[in-house]
């Protein structure tokens, strides 16, 4: 009881930090707040623009213990501001912002035949080193009577807000597996995505030519062979 009063007044102090409330109020709840997942349930109107200050100001903190001179230099002035803009706005989005809009459509014609997505061109961060990834990803659905069925563009914008977060790409396409399974309701759903990480091009072994490819199986694809063996080679990776 002691630790939900002080949790509920970490909560409700302006005077604390935003993020520190945000936090309260997720573990609160019993929440996870892991790099890969959406918090948008535990902010509240104008919080964003307070994180962006807050941010800003914890940036500035780093480019000063990295011994970057932003107040001469007019390349870094800004940078601060910038990047915590670039994070919350844009390269993060997928953590503050809610599922988009997406409407679902009854299978009237019973359509029962293997649709395909793809490529989808994908943009996501490296969770161990925040360094990008850029890549592609392909989606096949089995529709049965009962499944919804939602534009050829929603497929995309559910992928963009699940690959804008610090992620790793296993478990990137399991999050969105999961999101369309319960989205579609179909018999069978499948996600392969081929990514270059710049992890590996920009630091570390510095090999520009390796990809990583990864796939999730759900219900039909992952019981009939023929069927997976259908998807693969109509995607054609090497296209």
Same mark, same amino acid.
């Given at each position: ?6 949790t509920?007044r ?7 930090p935003?993020?520190e409330?945000?936090?309260a109020?997720?573990r ?6 892991h ?7 535990f902010l509240?109107p104008?919080?964003i623009?307070a994180l962006?200050?807050?941010v800003?100001?914890?940036m ?6 990295l011994?970057?001179?932003t ?9 601060a ?8 706005n844009?390269?993060?989005r ?11 459509f009854?299978? $009237?014609g019973?359509?029962n035949?293997?649709?395909?997505? @793809?490529p989808?061109?994908v943009?996501s #961060?490296?969770?161990?080193? &925040? ?17 919804n069925?939602?534009?050829l563009?929603k497929?995309?914008r ?8 610090p992620?790793i790409q296993?478990e ?17 759903l499948?996600?392969?995505m081929?990514?270059?990480h710049?992890?590996?091009h920009w630091?570390?072994?510095?090999d520009? $030519?390796?990809?990583?490819v990864?796939?999730?199986m759900r @219900?039909?694809?992952?019981?009939d062979? #023929?069927?997976r063996?259908? &998807?693969?080679?109509l ?5």
């Open positions: 009881m002691i630790m939900s009063d002080l509920r970490h909560d409700d102090d302006p005077t604390l935003v993020s409330r945000i936090r109020r997720v609160r709840a019993k929440q996870r707040f790099a890969n997942d959406n918090i948008s349930d509240e104008g919080e623009d962006l200050e807050e800003t100001g914890k500035r903190g780093v480019l000063e213990s011994v970057i001179d107040e001469s230099d007019h390349n870094t002035q800004d940078t501001r910038r990047v915590a803009k670039m994070y919350l844009e390269v993060f997928g953590r503050y912002v809610p599922t988009p809009p997406v409407t679902e009854p299978n $009237a019973n359509l035949e293997l649709m395909i997505v @793809g989808i061109t943009r #961060a490296c969770s161990h080193h &925040f360094c990008p990834i850029m890549g592609r990803l392909w989606i096949g659905v089995m529709p049965n009577q009962h499944s069925l939602i534009g563009s497929y995309s559910l992928a963009e807000w699940i690959m804008s977060r992620q296993e990137a396409i399991t999050q969105l597996a999961e999101l369309l399974m319960d989205k579609v309701t179909p018999d069978g499948a996600v392969v081929e990514a270059d710049f992890c590996m630091r570390g072994v510095k520009t $030519a390796s990809k990583m990864n796939s999730v @219900g039909s694809f992952l019981k062979a #023929a069927l063996r259908e &998807f693969l080679s995607i054609n990776l090497k296209s």
